[in-house]
Structure formats: C-alpha cells, structure tokens
C-alpha cells in the first residue's frame, strides 16, 4: 500500500485531499492540532479500516523540529501533502499566527522529512494564487512565473490581506530554496490555487468557524447583502475544493509534476456572480439576494493561464454553477 502523510487534516481543502486519496487506494496519517480535531476526522470517516487512517497530534506547526515524530512511520511514508497554513483574517499578531506557522511549518517538514524519511518520494505543497498576486494591473496575465512582490513591512502591518499574501509567498520561496539547496531525496509539486469555494466535508464546531472563502457565500443566504452592497472582491479567480483536491493527489500520482509549480484555476468570479448564481440554483434564497448588485468585477481584470495545471495533472474543472449549488446544500445541511 502507498503511504501519504497529510498535514492539517481538519482543514477546508485538507477535508477533501483526505477523501480524495482514501477513495483512490492510499493509506493516510493526518496530523492534526488536538487529539479532539483527530477524533472527528476518524469519526466522519468511521467505515475506514483504523490501519488505513490514523492521525497524530501536531499542536504547533511553527515550533522547531515539531513534525519530527510525525514523519516517523511504520510502514514508512511514500509521499507527504502539507496543507497545514494559516489562512483567516482573526488573528491580533501577524508574525506569531499567520507568518511564523506558514514559513517556518513549512521549512520545518522539509527538513523533517529529510532528515527522518528517507523513503518519502515527493513532497506536494499548498500555496496559493496569493503568492503570485501583485497589486494594480501590473500583470495582465497570470502564469506561473508571476511572483508576488510583498515585502516584510507590509506583511507585518496593518494589512490583514497583505500578511497572508507575504505567508504564501515567502513560505513558496523557502520551500523551493531548501530542495535547491539542500538536494533532498524528495522532489517538490507546489499547487497555486486561487479563492477555494465548495461544499463543506470537515467538522465545524459552528458556522462562524467557516473557512473563509465560504463566508460570503454564508452572509449571501443568510441575507446580510440584501441591500446590494456585497463586499468587495481582491481576487477575481476561482476554483472548486475537489478539484484542488484532485490536482493535490494527482501531483503524488503523475511523474512529470514533479518540480512544478501549478497554477491552477477554473476562471474569473466576483460577488454579483455569486449571487446571481445562487438566484438560478437556488430560486426559493431569492428574498434573501440582492435584486440591484453592482458588478465588483473590473471591466479590465487580469487574465489568467492555467494551461501547464491542466496539461500536467490531466484534469478538468468544475462550473461556477456546479460549484455555488453543491456549496449552498451543504450550507443549509449546516443549518445556514
């Protein structure tokens, strides 16, 4: 059997990359913060043999040598996913809870994994569309070969936005420098996925503790933009959770994704789409919508590549109104 360490297991994505590599074969060790976050993941997937799936507790990503025991396995590790980063605009300290966890979790498994698995073929990376975003219209078409142009006193000022950006971009930089440099035995996928939307498949405690992609598709049937001032967007680019999902597990599986930076997208978005979608799928939320939004959308939005993700990972994606009707249901299961 194919051995995958997945990192973050509770997480929006995470949720779905675990029953994408369980469904297709894998056995799975998932590291989560609390023995209590592990017992939920084992209980939403209660048909899974306990040798197939198991997780193990990693209460602080950014601590030095934290993943040291994690990596240890027997049988040993095929491949590790790290999806453990921080990613909520709640946080008060910008170096301690989003910046440190993302830089330092990351450099931090790498150096994990080659030191204490030896066995571990490829190691495969979120990061995200955020590490390549550069303001204004500098960028008429992303690739990727964009980078981000953050800088560190951005990072940790009072821009909530900016210091996730720096978290993705610096996080991306340190993880390529270490296989450069250090010549592990594990090559290195990075996936650059842009705003994640999607049905809901983790345990949340409630819906105030939804990821934050999902929020404004929440505060949309519950409502809260009623008056048609629908919060703006930063990013005009999206895609669905399973197929990022997908594009993770296809990363272990293709040979040729192996080096790669991946850029993966299923197309342009704003608010008003997302309402006017919800309309269509969902006609009986229609008091709750907006009747007047604006387009938030500009006329002369970037433009995107995405064909290297596709022509490597051999994927297709899914549509805005797929993805919008199956993201309201599970809302309303939920109790939105």
Not at 91 to 100: A, H, Q
Not at 180 to 190: G, Q, R, W
């Amino acid at each position: 059997m194919v051995k995958v360490l997945l990192t973050g297991g509770s997480g929006f994505v995470a949720a779905h990359v675990l029953e994408t590599l369980l469904k297709r074969g894998y056995d799975v060790v998932t590291t989560v913060r609390s023995q209590e976050k592990g017992e939920h993941i084992l209980k939403d997937h209660s048909n899974v043999p306990k040798e197939r799936l198991s997780y193990v507790v990693v209460e602080d990503i950014a601590k030095d040598g934290a993943f040291d025991e994690a990596i240890k396995s027997d049988p040993p590790f095929d491949y590790v996913i790290h999806t453990a980063s921080p990613f909520h605009y709640k946080f008060t300290d910008p170096v301690t809870e989003v910046l440190d966890p993302a830089i330092k979790g990351t450099t931090g498994i790498l150096k994990a994994i080659k030191a204490f698995a030896p066995t571990v073929k490829r190691v495969v990376i979120t990061s995200s569309f955020a590490a390549m975003l550069r303001d204004g219209n500098s960028v008429k078409v992303y690739d990727e070969s964009v980078w981000g142009n953050i800088t560190w006193d951005e990072a940790t000022g009072e821009n909530k936005l900016a210091t996730y950006r720096a978290s993705k971009t610096i996080a991306e930089r340190a993880a390529w420098d270490f296989v450069e440099k250090e010549k592990p035995n594990f090559d290195l996928t990075v996936i650059n996925p842009p705003t994640v939307l999607g049905p809901i498949v983790h345990h949340l405690s409630s819906l105030s503790a939804l990821n934050t992609s999902n929020e404004r598709i929440r505060d949309l049937i519950q409502g809260k933009y009623k008056d048609g001032n629908l919060p703006r967007s930063t990013i005009f680019l999206w895609i669905d959770a399973r197929d990022v999902a997908l594009a993770h597990v296809r990363a272990i599986e293709v040979a040729e994704a192996g080096g790669k930076r991946l850029f993966i997208t299923a197309g342009h978005y704003s608010s008003k789409k997302i309402a006017d979608t919800i309309r269509e799928t969902h006609p009986e939320l229609a008091s709750k919508l907006p009747d007047n939004a604006e387009e938030d959308m500009p006329a002369d939005v970037y433009q995107y590549n995405n064909t290297l993700g596709r022509q490597v990972l051999g994927i297709g994606y899914r549509s805005f109104k797929e993805t919008i009707a199956d993201t309201v249901n599970s809302l309303i299961k939920l109790g939105a």
